[in-house]
């Protein structure tokens, strides 16, 4: 029974995960651009979700609305302000941006919140008892609401009018262009989505976990593994990609100890380049 609790807790920790690693693969896939700010819209989230409850009393429900909110109109904000500039020039200046955006928001979020490791109250959802494995409430109420939104995600991308037109600039943008899309307004929208899920992402996480302004850093590289391993571009391949490496960074720790879950997935990302670069659902 406490390995299958190892196994859920990965599960769920790895649907968290694939939400906003669906983010990053969203702007690749969309715009072939690397933001290294990712995880710090992650971090972001979380700060939203301590600000609403400690100030506000609000629960899951207003903070994770609130963070898709406040994340969304920032991403759309940071690509009208930098990366519409940037996005033409050279790799090494794409690069750079994002990498200071990275350090800029969270050395702003050191400055306002401090340093200090904070959470919110660990007792709201209790514990349920599913045939026998003990699930804490708000884990399990995360996990599940990631799981939809990312589906909900790729279904916006290949069912709706909007998702049509995203795809398109995707594709070509210069084409779409022709046909009447304006790729600005898409590409911000891609940003705007991309920042939204990463910041109810971050919410949902700090309901469960511990965190300081350099967790960022932690799941921006997180993120990376999930999108390689998943495949750049693919929304479905960030979801099963984001419950395995979940899965794996559980049974590691379980197995192996805390200290080595980061050492076996980041192992796994240097044999997937090496094996596999285009990654379990992207193309050759």
Same mark, same amino acid.
């Given at each position: 029974m406490l390995l299958m609790q190892v196994i859920v807790g990965g599960l769920l920790l790895g649907a968290i995960y694939a939400l906003f690693s669906a983010g990053l693969t969203l702007?690749?896939?969309m715009m072939n651009f690397i933001n290294f700010a990712h995880g710090e819209f992650?971090?972001?989230?979380?700060?939203?979700a301590l600000v609403v409850v400690t100030s506000l009393g609000g629960g899951p429900t207003v903070f994770s609305f609130l963070a898709a909110g406040a994340l969304a109109t920032i991403g759309i904000f940071i690509y009208f302000a930098l990366?519409?500039?940037?996005?033409?020039?050279?790799?090494?200046?794409?690069?750079?941006?994002?990498?200071?955006?990275?350090l800029l928001l969270r050395y702003t979020a050191f400055y306002v919140f401090s340093a200090n490791i904070v959470s919110l109250p660990q007792d709201t959802f209790?514990?349920?008892?599913?045939?026998?494995?003990?699930?804490?409430?708000a884990q399990l109420l995360a996990g599940l %609401?990631?799981?939809? &939104?990312?589906?909900? +995600?790729?279904?916006? *991308?290949?069912?709706?009018?909007?998702?049509?037109? #995203?795809?398109?600039?995707?594709?070509?943008?210069?084409a779409a262009m022709l046909m009447g899309i304006r790729p600005d307004r898409m590409q911000a929208l891609a940003w705007g989505l991309a920042a939204a899920s990463a910041g109810i992402a971050g919410s949902l996480m700090a309901m469960s976990y511990p965190w300081s302004p350099s967790v960022g850093e932690t799941f921006g590289l997180t993120a990376f593994v999930?999108?390689?391993?998943?495949?750049?571009?693919? %929304?479905?391949?960030? &979801?099963?990609?984001? +419950?395995?490496?979940? *899965?794996?960074?559980?049974?590691?720790?379980?197995? #192996?100890?805390p200290i080595y879950k980061d050492i076996v997935v980041y192992a796994l990302f240097a044999a997937l380049l090496w094996l596999r670069p285009q990654g379990l659902m992207g193309k050759i």
């Amino acid at each position: 029974m406490l390995l299958m609790q190892v196994i859920v807790g990965g599960l769920l920790l790895g649907a968290i995960y694939a939400l906003f690693s669906a983010g990053l693969t969203l702007i690749w896939g969309m715009m072939n651009f690397i933001n290294f700010a990712h995880g710090e819209f992650v971090m972001l989230g979380m700060y939203v979700a301590l600000v609403v409850v400690t100030s506000l009393g609000g629960g899951p429900t207003v903070f994770s609305f609130l963070a898709a909110g406040a994340l969304a109109t920032i991403g759309i904000f940071i690509y009208f302000a930098l990366i519409r500039h940037v996005i033409r020039g050279p790799m090494m200046a794409q690069i750079l941006s994002t990498f200071g955006l990275a350090l800029l928001l969270r050395y702003t979020a050191f400055y306002v919140f401090s340093a200090n490791i904070v959470s919110l109250p660990q007792d709201t959802f209790g514990i349920y008892n599913i045939g026998g494995i003990l699930v804490p409430g708000a884990q399990l109420l995360a996990g599940l %609401v990631a799981i939809v &939104l990312t589906v909900a +995600l790729h279904l916006l *991308l290949t069912r709706t009018f909007v998702g049509s037109r #995203l795809l398109a600039v995707a594709e070509d943008r210069n084409a779409a262009m022709l046909m009447g899309i304006r790729p600005d307004r898409m590409q911000a929208l891609a940003w705007g989505l991309a920042a939204a899920s990463a910041g109810i992402a971050g919410s949902l996480m700090a309901m469960s976990y511990p965190w300081s302004p350099s967790v960022g850093e932690t799941f921006g590289l997180t993120a990376f593994v999930v999108v390689t391993l998943g495949g750049f571009g693919s %929304v479905p391949g960030a &979801l099963y990609a984001g +419950l395995i490496i979940g *899965l794996l960074q559980a049974l590691s720790a379980y197995w #192996l100890g805390p200290i080595y879950k980061d050492i076996v997935v980041y192992a796994l990302f240097a044999a997937l380049l090496w094996l596999r670069p285009q990654g379990l659902m992207g193309k050759i």
